[in-house]
Structures are given as C-alpha cells and as structure tokens.
C-alpha cells in the first residue's frame, strides 16, 4: 500500500524567507507523487509532480521539489515566501490519491 | 485542458433529504474518478472510487448505502448523500485522471460544500 506522511502540520515563516515542507512516502514500487495547494474556502491547485524523470521538480509560484528515492522523501521548497503562499500544503502519492494530513503554511510579514 | 466542474458548488438542505452532487470532466473523457470529503482544517479523505460503468469501489468505514454513486457516463459521476443529517455537512470534492496518463495526475473539481440542518 502506498500513504504518504506530511512532518509538520504547521510551518510559520517570515515574508522573503525560504519555505520547507516535508513530505515522505511509502511504496512498493516507483511512485508518482504530487503537491498541491489549497487556499481557504478554494478548490486544490497542482504545484508540481514528480513522474520517474527528473528528481528535481520545478513547479508552479517558484516552488520546487526533490526526488530523493534514498530517503523516500519529496519535500516542497522555496526559497523566498510570498504573502499569497499562506494556504493549506497536501502531498499526495499516486494512482490511487491519498492525500497526506496537510501543512498549514503561515506567512508573517 | 483537462478540467472538472461539479454542481451545484453550495447546497443547504434539511435533515432526512437526499442530495445528488454531480461531478463533470468537461474536456476529457474519465473512466475513473474519485471522491473526497473534507472537514474543517482536515485533510482530504477518499471516500470511494467511481469507474464507469461499474460499481463503485468504497473506502473502509465510508457506507454504501449512505453515499450512493453513480458513473453513468465517461464524463460524469454522482454522488448522492441519502437520508443526510447534520453530521454530513462537509465539503465534497471529486477528481478525475486522464485514462491515457501514466503520471495519475489528479484533476479536481472545484467542490460542494454541503450543509445539513
């Protein structure tokens, strides 16, 4: 079975400030694996995917995420938070979506 | 491309009805699509697995007979909450993936918030 554990379920960062949240998975084979975000009272927003080609992922808004199979981990950086990056964070693994608990990002001026 | 509605996006509806939410892929046909509720600050849980033209595949702990769908068509499913009561005032939320994808990326309705009195 395939699952997926978010680390932190709350990030504060400072405006300019790089961002880091953790992500790691489970799997019995490759996966695909997915950030996305969440804006209050919205719909989810694909930040990027990883899909057994690059490791280094670029997404969209200058996030980024890397592949690091060693690990088992694919955690979502930036290196300069913005005001309108405040929002819920899932990660999610593959073809049959589970979502992780989450990642509340807060960004402080 | 590739893009999902769902309808109605509110519902409000009185204890002991049913409500029928639909979820759509405008652009693309989907043979799999997939449906979430969502809790206040929680994350999203699948519910169950919609595959055209067959039955529905449920999550453990998620009822059946409570949470009826439907995929009659390549390109809409139907979730219909029976008998709802207060404790299923949530936000739904479907998804769907390209049946040609090898990457499952997911692409999800804008969701229904549904509120039970």
């Known amino acids: 079975a395939q699952s997926v554990t978010q680390l932190d379920s709350h990030v504060s960062v400072s405006e300019g400030t790089p961002v880091l949240l953790r992500c790691n998975y489970s799997?019995?084979?490759?996966?695909?694996l997915f950030w996305y975000v969440q804006h209050p009272n919205k719909g989810l927003q694909l930040l990027l995917k990883y899909t057994s080609a690059a490791t280094l992922v670029k997404g969209i808004n200058g996030f980024e995420a890397e592949f690091k199979k060693s690990e088992t981990s694919f955690h979502l950086t930036k290196p300069s938070a913005h005001m309108s990056d405040a929002a819920e964070y899932f990660c999610v693994v593959s073809d049959h979506p589970r979502f992780g608990a989450g990642t509340r990002l807060t960004v402080k001026p | 491309g590739a893009v999902v509605s769902q309808h109605p996006s509110w519902v409000i509806c009185k204890s002991g009805t049913s409500v029928k939410i639909e979820c759509r892929s405008l652009?693309?046909?989907?043979?799999?699509m997939f449906w979430y509720r969502q809790f206040p600050k929680q994350s999203l849980m699948l519910m169950a697995t919609s595959n055209e033209g067959s039955k529905a595949t449920y999550e453990q702990g998620v009822e059946k007979d409570k949470f009826l769908i439907n995929h009659a068509s390549l390109t809409l499913s139907t979730l219909t909450v029976t008998s709802a009561h207060p404790e299923d005032s949530s936000f739904y939320i479907c998804?769907?993936?390209?049946?040609?994808?090898?990457?499952?990326?997911?692409?999800f309705g804008p969701g229904t918030r549904l509120t039970v009195t």
């Open positions: 998804s769907a993936n390209l049946p040609s994808g090898r990457s499952h990326e997911q692409y």
């Open positions: 652009d693309f046909q989907a043979t799999t």
């Open positions: 799997s019995s084979y490759s996966p695909s």
